[in-house]
């Protein structure tokens, strides 16, 4: 018991170490205040109301959706490709090939977005929504190879060998077995590549214009330029999205569950 009582304890810290900061910010998202400050003089919304009707903010959420939905589609559809791919075990040298595509979670930012300007700049894609995306797309594509990868790896081979003993065409056996068996793992992917792209802020610098400049970006650019309650309505409304697009794949993915 108390062994238990100890790891609940050490859990308990972890958690509120992690928590604290959004704790600490959050609350200030509803102040009626024009400065970040405790105590909190009165409740209001008027920060919400800025982000919706300032052109700048309202520019960089829409551009923000267009970009992060850009950078799911194609991050989930080139992810999830990688996974397939290197699940086959006859393809040489597969886990050099897999740290390859991991590769963009541990080299620096900074490095990245150096290399996506020179790159990009090459093909005239710079300053332009789909150099973005294809930007955020090469930091999103680790975390759907990852995610997917272990859905694969849960599913048993032998089911997808029963099909193909039945008659079934390989692209039968992928759309009816494969794919739905490992949905779960392709919508968790997609999730942290929206997450990823909403996040991104350094590439954001490096390849976009201003005429991409997403919430990331003006929230970084507000901090510089002026440290405004809106900054935190704006993070307000990333964990908020981030929590419903997560309980959706959650109850999607227990759906998925029942139906097998």
């Known amino acids: 018991m108390p062994m238990k009582l100890t790891k609940l304890a050490f859990a308990s810290l ?12 959050l609350p200030l998202a509803f102040t009626s205040s024009v400065i970040l400050t405790y105590p909190i003089p009165s409740w209001s919304l008027r920060w919400f109301e800025e982000l919706f009707t300032a052109d700048a903010w309202r520019r960089a959420i829409v551009n923000s959706l267009i970009i ?13 490709a990688a996974s397939l791919g290197l699940r086959n075990r006859l393809i040489l040298f597969r886990g050099t090939i897999r740290t390859l595509f991991l590769l963009p979670m541990v080299v620096p930012a900074v490095v990245l977005g150096v290399g ?12 332009s929504y789909a150099g973005v995306i294809i930007a955020h797309t090469v930091v999103a594509v680790p975390f759907v190879v990852v ?9 048993d081979e032998r089911v997808e060998l ?7 065409p390989p692209t039968t056996v992928f759309r009816r077995v494969t794919l739905p068996l490992a949905m779960p793992g392709v919508l ?16 954001t610098l490096f390849v976009a214009g201003p005429n991409q400049r997403t919430l990331a970006r003006q929230m970084f650019s507000s ?20 929590i419903i697009i997560g ?3 959650v109850l999607s993915r227990s759906m998925l569950a029942k139906r097998r």
């Not at 992917?189 to 350094?202: C, I, K, N, R």
């Not at 405004?228 to 409304?237: D, E, H, Y």
């Open 147 to 155: 995610s997917v990868t272990s859905a694969l790896a849960g599913i």
């Open 188 to 203: 968790s992917g997609a999730v942290l590549a929206f997450a990823t792209s909403l996040d991104e802020v350094v590439l």
């Open 14 to 25: 972890a958690i509120l170490f992690l928590v604290a900061p959004l704790i600490a910010i």
């Open 116 to 127: 996506m300007q020179v790159l990009l700049a090459r093909f005239g894609l710079t300053n």
């Open 68 to 80: 992060g939905g850009g950078t799911t589609l194609l991050a989930t559809v080139l992810g999830t």
């Open 247 to 249: 309980l959706v794949v």
């Open 162 to 168: 029963a099909a193909q003993s039945l008659g079934a």
């Open 223 to 242: 901090i510089r330029e002026n440290i405004s309650p809106a900054i935190a309505a704006a993070a307000f409304l990333f964990i908020a999205t981030t």
